[in-house]
């Protein structure tokens, strides 16, 4: 969700705790840290594309920071799509005890979108984003752009149903002013659902819905209860509403880069999940779903649970937000990697490939005084 203007926000309190190492990191020397196969440092790499803060920790304790200049380690950040990853940890817990089902129909857990163009799938297409919709994840769609009642909608459509309607753009009286509107207004695409990897935003936002409605309980308190408190985040975090007040867990979060490496390690050390649970999601999603799909060129990646699965070697969870933000998880070496950044291009492959890099360099450096 790109930038201004501001939408209102739910706060999520800071958990109470000890305090740990991540409290007090070590300077991390980015200057220092060569990244194989990049011929750049992590500095280069970080300053390159609006790196504003940096963690890397470990379970055995060891934590390293780097932050631009001007950077407040209390204040939180946007995460964008990380919340997507925090949503599927929600999302795997509510499966694991028996609160929600993969194979059951969107449209049995929610009456109200039988007969719309996700209804027909299942709760595990929404899960690893199969279902088939006639939309375009195009961030640099304009919003309000086109007619209310055409079937194809894209990113800017779903920007109008965030409350963001650009000042001086003409958006259709009738068109979706909510995100649950929007996802019932989601025409099915050309092909079945559960055959191809489609990347969407909405349909993370539906994740939230079923996940509600399956569970009982609202998306921040779950969030609250299941991932920040056993997580010990030691600073208060928000999340973005919608006009109806309903949190944006499609990528609405605001939190610290400290925070977020503390759930990477709760996750990393079983606290957040099973350990068979987190082995479900590094196996990764339908690799011929992922080849049919736009993203076919990440070799080795599929999708599972709202995370990007780099597949073998080791078992690792990387969630991605636009503008460069990265939450890594190596469950193998029990190591986190958080970055957020300021990016300008929402999209960027080459920024991508040197941030993916550059983590399983530090992951590879924490336990070497780096």
């Given at each position: 969700?790109?930038?201004?203007?501001?939408?209102?926000?739910?706060?999520?309190?800071?958990?109470?705790?000890?305090?740990?190492?991540?409290?007090?990191?070590?300077?991390?020397?980015?200057?220092?840290?060569?990244v194989?196969?990049?011929?750049?440092?992590?500095?280069?790499?970080?300053?390159?594309?609006?790196?504003?803060?940096?963690?890397?920790?470990?379970?055995?304790?060891?934590?390293?920071?780097?932050?631009?200049?001007?950077?407040?380690?209390?204040?939180?950040?946007?995460?964008?799509?990380?919340?997507?990853s925090?949503?599927?940890?929600?999302?795997?817990?509510?499966?694991d005890?028996?609160?929600?089902?993969?194979?059951?129909q969107?449209?049995?857990?929610?009456?109200?979108?039988?007969?719309?163009?996700?209804?027909?799938?299942?709760?595990?297409?929404?899960?690893?984003?199969?279902?088939?919709?006639?939309?375009?994840e195009?961030?640099?769609a304009?919003?309000?752009?086109?007619?209310a009642?055409?079937?194809?909608?894209?990113?800017?459509?779903?920007?109008?149903?965030?409350?963001?309607?650009?000042?001086?753009?003409?958006?259709?009286?009738?068109?979706?002013?909510?995100?649950?509107?929007f996802?019932?207004?989601?025409?099915?695409?050309?092909?079945?659902?559960?055959?191809v990897?489609?990347?969407?935003?909405?349909?993370?936002?539906?994740?939230?819905?079923?996940?509600?409605?399956?569970?009982?309980?609202?998306?921040?308190?779950?969030?609250?209860?299941?991932?920040?408190?056993?997580?010990?985040?030691?600073?208060?975090?928000?999340?973005?509403?919608?006009?109806?007040?309903?949190?944006?867990?499609?990528?609405?979060?605001?939190?610290?880069?400290?925070?977020?490496?503390?759930?990477?390690?709760a996750?990393?050390?079983?606290?957040?999940?099973?350990?068979?649970?987190?082995?479900?999601?590094?196996?990764?999603?339908?690799?011929?779903a992922f080849?049919?799909?736009?993203?076919?060129?990440?070799?080795?990646?599929?999708?599972?649970?709202?995370?990007?699965?780099?597949?073998?070697?080791?078992?690792?969870?990387?969630?991605?937000?636009?503008?460069?933000?990265?939450?890594?998880?190596?469950?193998?070496?029990?190591?986190?990697?958080?970055?957020?950044?300021?990016?300008?291009?929402?999209?960027d492959?080459?920024?991508?490939?040197?941030?993916?890099?550059?983590?399983?360099?530090?992951v590879?450096?924490?336990?070497?005084?780096?």
């Amino acid at each position: 969700m790109p930038g201004p203007p501001r939408a209102p926000e739910i706060r999520i309190p800071r958990a109470p705790g000890a305090d740990d190492a991540l409290c007090r990191p070590s300077d991390l020397d980015v200057d220092g840290l060569t990244v194989p196969g990049t011929g750049a440092t992590a500095g280069d790499v970080l300053r390159r594309w609006g790196g504003r803060s940096l963690v890397v920790a470990s379970l055995d304790g060891a934590a390293r920071e780097w932050r631009a200049p001007g950077i407040d380690p209390a204040r939180p950040q946007r995460c964008f799509s990380l919340t997507k990853s925090l949503t599927g940890v929600l999302a795997a817990r509510a499966v694991d005890e028996g609160l929600l089902d993969r194979t059951r129909q969107v449209s049995a857990v929610i009456p109200a979108l039988d007969g719309t163009g996700v209804g027909s799938a299942t709760v595990g297409d929404v899960a690893d984003m199969t279902v088939s919709i006639a939309y375009d994840e195009d961030y640099e769609a304009t919003a309000g752009a086109g007619e209310a009642e055409r079937s194809f909608r894209d990113f800017g459509d779903y920007v109008v149903a965030l409350g963001f309607a650009p000042p001086g753009v003409a958006v259709d009286p009738t068109a979706p002013r909510s995100v649950r509107a929007f996802v019932g207004a989601l025409a099915q695409g050309e092909g079945p659902h559960g055959h191809v990897f489609q990347y969407a935003t909405p349909i993370a936002e539906l994740l939230v819905w079923i996940l509600e409605t399956s569970v009982g309980r609202g998306w921040i308190d779950l969030l609250r209860d299941w991932v920040w408190e056993p997580s010990g985040a030691r600073d208060a975090a928000a999340v973005q509403i919608d006009p109806e007040g309903v949190p944006t867990g499609g990528g609405g979060l605001a939190a610290t880069t400290r925070d977020l490496a503390r759930v990477g390690l709760a996750l990393a050390a079983g606290r957040l999940l099973p350990g068979p649970v987190l082995d479900r999601i590094a196996i990764g999603g339908d690799p011929d779903a992922f080849r049919r799909s736009r993203y076919a060129k990440l070799e080795g990646y599929t999708y599972r649970d709202q995370w990007w699965i780099p597949g073998p070697p080791g078992r690792i969870l990387s969630g991605w937000g636009i503008h460069g933000q990265v939450l890594w998880v190596d469950l193998d070496h029990g190591a986190v990697v958080v970055i957020h950044s300021g990016g300008g291009d929402a999209s960027d492959l080459a920024r991508d490939a040197k941030q993916e890099a550059l983590c399983r360099t530090l992951v590879a450096a924490v336990g070497r005084g780096r």
